[in-house]
T-cell receptor, first 112, second 114 residues
Framework: DAGVTQSPTHLIKTRGQQVTLRCSPK?????VSWYQQALGQGPQFIFQ???????QRGNFPDRFSGHQFPNYSSELNVNALLLGDSALYLC???????????FGPGTRLTVL | DQQVKQNSPSLSVQEGRISILNCDYT??????FLWYKKYPAEGPTFLIS?????DKNEDGRFTVFLNKSAKHLSLHIVPSQPGDSAVYFC?????????????FGSGTKLNVKP
């Protein structure tokens, strides 16, 4: 039983570019949440997707957008990248938006 | 506005002794609290949780205590083992307006010395 998978593992972009990160939830899970973890900080909630709709959103600008597909996988898109977007991006899945979240290993994004 | 705080960035403990990790929160509407453990190059893994209606939850070597009046929770690990060395995150979940949002602290790096 595969857990939460994320791709790519590492990514380097330059300022102003756009990036797409991908997440496949744990088998049987239907809810995906995205987090940004800056160096030395805890994960910060970006948004959550359930039934292909954004259900909750944290304090992130509209440059951060997402999508959930019918197979429950999800994408995180960030436009007009800033240096401050450099972070580890974590995806977590759960069933029916429950408290028991399983995290993926993350995608390390570096913006130069 | 950081609603969950872990004021100790690091903690060093001798193997076999007790590790106590602390966490404070500001929102009295939180109704569920969790501890996650994170190794380098891995995502956080769930360790233990507690509902706001309880003041203690125990699972093997791990016990979480909740003091609602002080808005404080702690994780006790007894006895500590070298394999417990990791970053521990406290998280809070669920308030009046943000039912499905998790709020994480900044983490405490635990080092258990053999």
């Amino acid at each position: 039983d595969a857990g939460v998978t994320q791709s790519p593992t590492h990514l380097i972009k330059t300022r102003g570019q756009q990036v797409t990160l991908r997440c496949s939830p744990k088998s049987g899970h239907d809810t995906v949440s995205w987090y940004q973890q800056a160096l030395g900080q805890g994960p910060q909630f970006i948004f959550q997707y359930y039934e292909e709709e954004e259900r909750q959103r944290g304090n992130f600008p509209d440059r951060f957008s997402g999508h959930q597909f019918p197979n429950y996988s999800s994408e995180l898109n960030v436009n007009a990248l800033l240096l401050g977007d450099s972070a580890l991006y974590l995806c977590a899945s759960s069933f029916l938006a429950g408290q028991e979240q399983f995290f993926g290993p993350g995608t390390r994004l570096t913006v130069l | 506005d950081q609603q969950v705080k872990q004021n100790s960035p690091s903690l060093s403990v001798q193997e076999g002794r007790i590790s106590i990790l602390n966490c404070d929160y500001t929102n009295s509407m939180f109704d569920y609290f969790l501890w996650y453990k994170k190794y380098p190059a891995e995502g956080p893994t769930f360790l233990i949780s507690i509902s706001s209606i309880k003041d203690k939850n125990e699972d093997g070597r791990f016990t979480v205590f909740l003091n609602k009046s002080a808005k404080h929770l702690s994780l006790h690990i007894v006895p500590s083992q070298p394999g417990d060395s990791a970053v521990y995150f406290c998280a809070a979940y669920g308030d009046e307006y943000n039912f499905n949002k998790f709020y994480f602290g900044s983490g405490t790096k635990l080092n258990v010395k053999p």
